[in-house]
């Protein structure tokens, strides 16, 4: 849906750029580029930020399941380590060799 009102929100700008400004065809040109630019770059960064909360919430459920996960090196699993939800980071257990230890569930395999 946000895709379908940025592509009207640029189809006006377009429109308003052709009608109401006195530009030269090179500068609507370049401003076309720069807008263009913009808007796939944003798409890019959209598509890697899901793409990366998707490997931690693969993680996650992983480290739900019982299984052990690979961060950093260090093998995680539940009885070592808790999960803080709000942070999704690995926390080490008292009593544990890797007590008071902090990995970020975004390192992890």
Same mark, same amino acid.
Request: proline share 0%.
């Given at each position: 849906m946000a895709y379908i009102a940025a592509f009207i929100i640029v189809g006006l700008f377009f429109a308003a750029m052709h009608y109401f400004t006195e530009l030269t065809k090179s500068q609507k040109a370049t401003a076309t580029a720069v807008?263009?630019?913009?808007?796939?770059?944003?798409?890019? $960064? /959209?598509?890697?930020?899901?793409s990366k909360q998707e490997k931690m919430m693969l993680v996650v459920?992983? $480290? /739900?399941?019982g299984k052990t996960i690979t961060c950093k090196g260090v093998d995680v699993n539940n009885t070592t380590y808790s999960l803080s939800i709000g942070t999704y980071t690995f926390i080490g257990l008292e009593n544990t060799p890797n007590y008071g230890q902090m990995i970020s569930a975004s390192t992890c395999e």
């Open positions: 807008i263009l630019i913009i808007i796939l770059s944003a798409i890019a $960064y /959209n598509a890697y930020t899901e459920v992983k $480290y /739900n399941q």
